[in-house]
């Protein structure tokens, strides 16, 4: 009996109120959603409509849900971590409990809700902006989801079962080594950043694909609206980028595992050589992330100026320069760990090389919007509040840049506020801007404005109140991943000003959830597929699209195609049936389960390896080579949508549009 | 899906594409150069690890002392001649001729395994003598460099049985030929990176 209280107490985060509390409402809100699906009899539905899909529209959809709830739970790290530090001397968290939630807080921020808010709007945006009726592998696009959103599980559950990782974000080693870190945490971390990983470089693969081969007809380079430039740099960037994280961790799993020394300090191992696969992968991944934050600035500001972008083909230019530039970037992350005076010059002088091409999109956005007629919608302030925050960002980084210069603010909280600038400035308001933007194309309703107002304005006071002061700190000597501080370091003004600056954040968060419950039950219907008058293709057909997306593959004439057609009066007659003689049956993939079986497989295989119950691993490894097998010899995977269906969705989805265009 | 047959090529039907690339089958192997681009990073980070922790062998034995010459060159000819017949399999498969793309791709499969039996008593042999990927960051790197090139060709062995099975069972079909040009482009690919193994790994370490 007490080798399996012991068995338990090792299994089950014991001890802590906080996770006790967590414990209740995940059995709860678990309970509370499968008595909800059986009372309502969905599961059917949503095994059918969901879990099976390939349907890009819906995989955006899941993978928005699943950011949202991801910066819910990282947001609540930080707002934990911020209680924590908001008065000297304190011990609301322990030291350890302390390590877990910044580890968490920076692990998920960046991998569970950046990339998949990121993949929610490359798969709304991207298909409907080049004039495509999917994605170039739909089925892969599926596996994609599962792999992010098993790995996503798997790591949350790292803090009920087992414990949290506590190594940091980047997950040092030797720190990190067995030996120092023997709890089941840094496997929980390994792993799901692992399975995630695979998802994230196939989407990287797909989207690459999409891009430049499902492009409709007359649509060349040089007229790809600039979300899917930015869309293809970052996928370009993913590409390249991500093999060394799958590699960084692939080698620390075997350290941890197999007993191997490749970062160890015994028998030759080379921690530095995990730092710099590390970093390969680490930097990039600003750039994969706050790219397509530049795309959805470049869409807001030209629609919302109502002018074409200024300078499209330097736009493209400077993403594509970033792009090459971001590689060269990596070991400006360890200036202070002794890489030598040429080493550090060459990658200060590339690191500042980077701020050129971004000045560029900058002062593009700027042009496009002068002697504009700007309208001051949720898009619109959410970019127009980006450009301070990451002209500051921008400012900071070229101040840790300089080598010299960094051996002071290393580790400082001038580094943490830097870099919250530059990702909650550059990538969260990109992101929360794409969001609002095309919320109305992906669900039918548009988003409240006036809570949303309320969100922006909390939101923006809070973010400057919480990492303005921190500049402050980090150059009064407070490093980072500090857990306590004692009174008389003159440090406690400014940090209860940024704690409070947090909780601003955390209401205007609780604003936009409102605003997202509200907006269900009483948004504002779009009638029209065209609610803010945009330029580009998606606009041109009903919100939310059929099935097929375009009844017609459209062709394209100009950059801002669907702008073009409603000058020129085309349009006019998007209201009316499209010519029956121009429809044809439509090639669709068919939905498939074994997407989800194969994240399942991986999640299973997964979690034996975490706690090394090998012959757990061994039957997951199973179930992804039979999920591999099995859709090899699959042949029927796609069908055709018969012109009758297309006939009857149209009228049914035009019906709308003549109403909203005639009241 | 049309359930056409593929029929051998006419003497002009010059511009018709090749059997995998119809049916749509062009981005899936344009797709698929990307995947081998991860692939090849793969590679290339594990290459750069190992060549870090060549000299790392804290006392215990070095490439010289295990490599053994003509295991390694044996298994060189064996891999590079069974990229010569899976490039014959999927030039007869485009000729349209069933049986002759079945006993190439049924030789490249037979070679493909006996490469990962030499691969595997090589390991087997090392281990013995006490030269385990637990010794040193060397042998660790050397094991998981190689280990995982060996893991991606058993994987193309039993994908490769797959395609076999199905153009056995189902006959020769676009999709299917696409299925086959693509194993066949990844087996060349490990064929190029057994070529950097063969001269980072085992010729370097020899010398």
């Not at chain 1, 968290?93 to 709007?121: K, N, S, V």
């Not at chain 1, 960084?248 to 490749?262: E, S």
């Not at chain 1, 498939?592 to 090998?614: A, D, K, N, Q």
Request: aromatic share 16%; glycine share 10%.
């Amino acid at each position: 009996m007490s080798g399996l209280n012991a068995f338990l107490s090792h299994f089950f985060v014991t001890g802590d109120p906080l996770i006790y509390a967590s414990d209740v409402l995940i059995v709860l809100v678990s309970l509370g959603i499968i008595v909800t699906l059986t009372y309502l009899k969905k599961w059917k539905w949503l095994w059918r409509e969901w879990l099976t899909t390939v349907d890009h529209k819906r995989i955006a959809i899941m993978y928005l849900i699943a950011a949202i709830l991801m910066l819910f739970r990282g947001g609540a790290d930080a707002e934990l971590l911020r209680t924590q530090l908001a008065v000297p001397n304190n011990s609301f968290l322990t030291a350890e409990h302390y390590d877990q939630i910044f580890t968490t807080h920076g692990t998920i921020m960046i991998l569970f809700m950046a990339m998949p808010m990121m993949f929610a709007l490359f798969n709304a945006a991207v298909p409907l902006q080049i004039g495509a009726r999917d994605v170039a592998f739909p089925y892969l696009n599926a596996i994609s989801f599962w792999l992010f959103f098993f790995g996503c599980l798997l790591f949350n559950l790292s803090f009920v079962i087992g414990g949290s990782p506590d190594g940091g974000w980047t997950s040092y080693p030797p720190l990190t080594e067995l030996g120092f870190s023997p709890g089941p945490g840094e496997n929980y971390y390994i792993l799901g950043i692992l399975i995630s990983g695979l998802g994230s470089t196939a989407t990287g693969i797909n989207f690459m694909a999409t891009i430049l081969k499902m492009r409709a007809p007359g649509m060349t380079l040089m007229k790809l609206p600039l979300f899917c430039w930015s869309v293809l740099s970052s996928s370009i960037i993913i590409l390249f980028a991500f093999p060394a994280l799958t590699v960084a961790l692939a080698l620390l799993l075997l350290d941890r595992t197999m007993g191997t020394d490749f970062f160890t300090i015994l028998h030759g191992g080379n921690p530095m050589q995990f730092v710099n696969l590390f970093w390969v992968w680490g930097h990039p991944e600003v750039y994969i992330v706050v790219l397509p934050a530049f795309g959805v600035y470049s869409e807001v500001v030209s629609t919302f100026s109502r002018k074409t972008v200024f300078g499209y083909k330097s736009m493209v230019f400077s993403l594509l320069a970033i792009t090459v530039i971001g590689y060269l970037t990596w070991a400006h992350h360890f200036f202070t760990m002794g890489a030598g005076a040429s080493v550090n010059t060459f990658f200060a002088i590339s690191t500042m090389c980077v701020g050129i091409p971004t000045g560029v999109k900058m002062f593009n956005w700027l042009f496009t919007m002068f002697r504009g007629r700007i309208q001051f919608k949720l898009p619109m302030l959410w970019t127009l509040a980006f450009i301070p925050a990451f002209a500051i960002a921008g400012a900071t980084g070229i101040m840790l840049a300089a080598a010299p210069a960094d051996y002071q603010f290393h580790n400082s909280q001038f580094l943490v506020a830097h870099f919250h600038m530059a990702l909650i400035g550059g990538v969260v308001f990109g992101y929360v801007a794409g969001m609002y933007y095309w919320w109305p194309k992906l669900f039918g309703f548009s988003l409240d404005e006036r809570l949303g107002r309320w969100a922006f304005w909390l939101w923006q006071i809070g973010f400057y109140g919480c990492f303005g002061p921190q500049f402050a700190l980090g150059f009064m000597g407070m490093t980072r991943r500090m857990y306590t501080y004692p009174a008389n370091m003159g440090w406690n003004t400014l940090n209860l000003v940024s704690t409070c600056g947090a909780y601003l954040m955390g209401v205007a968060f609780l604003f936009i959830g409102a605003q997202i419950v509200y907006s269900i039950l009483k948004g504002k219907r779009d009638v029209t597929g065209d609610p803010w008058d945009g330029r580009t293709l998606e606009w041109s057909i009903p919100s939310p699209p059929p099935l097929y997306n375009f009844a017609v593959i459209p062709t394209v004439q100009a950059r801002d195609e669907w702008w073009r057609r409603k000058q020129s009066g085309e349009a006019a007659q998007r209201a009316a049936f499209p010519a029956e003689a121009s429809l044809q049956p439509i090639h669709m993939p068919r939905n498939s389960s074994i997407p989800f079986l194969v994240g399942l497989s991986f999640f299973v295989g997964g979690f034996g390896t975490v706690f090394h119950w090998y012959g757990m691993s061994i039957v997951g490894g199973v179930g992804i080579l039979l999920c591999l097998l099995a859709r090899s010899l699959q042949e029927n995977v796609d069908y055709y949508v018969p012109v009758d269906e297309i006939k009857r969705t149209e009228i049914h989805l035009r019906e709308g549009v003549t109403h909203g265009l005639h009241v | 899906m049309s359930k056409a047959v593929l029929t051998p090529k006419q003497g002009g039907a010059v511009h018709e594409p090749a059997p995998e690339y119809s049916h749509g089958g062009d981005v899936s192997i344009l797709g698929f150069w990307f995947f081998l681009a991860t692939d090849l990073l793969i590679f290339a980070c594990l290459f750069a690890t190992f060549v870090i922790l060549r000299t790392h062998t804290d006392g215990g034995p070095t490439g010289s002392a295990i490599f053994d010459v003509n295991g390694f060159v044996a298994e060189t000819f064996i891999l590079l001649t069974s990229s010569f017949t899976c490039g014959l399999a999927t030039f007869a498969l485009r000729k349209g001729k069933r049986k002759a793309a079945l006993s190439w791709l049924g030789a490249t499969i037979l070679l493909g395994i006996a490469f990962v039996g030499l691969e595997i008593s090589e390991f087997i042999h090392d281990a013995a003598i006490g030269a385990t990927a637990q010794r040193s960051a060397f042998l660790s790197g050397f094991f998981t460099l190689v280990g995982t090139h060996g893991a991606h060709v058993s994987m193309g062995i039993l994908w490769m049985c797959s395609v076999f099975y199905q153009i056995w069972r189902r006959g020769i079909h676009p999709v299917r030929a696409r299925k086959l040009f693509l194993v066949g482009l990844y087996w060349h690919f490990l064929d190029i990176v057994w070529v950097f193994i063969f001269t980072v790994v085992y010729m370097m370490g020899v010398v």
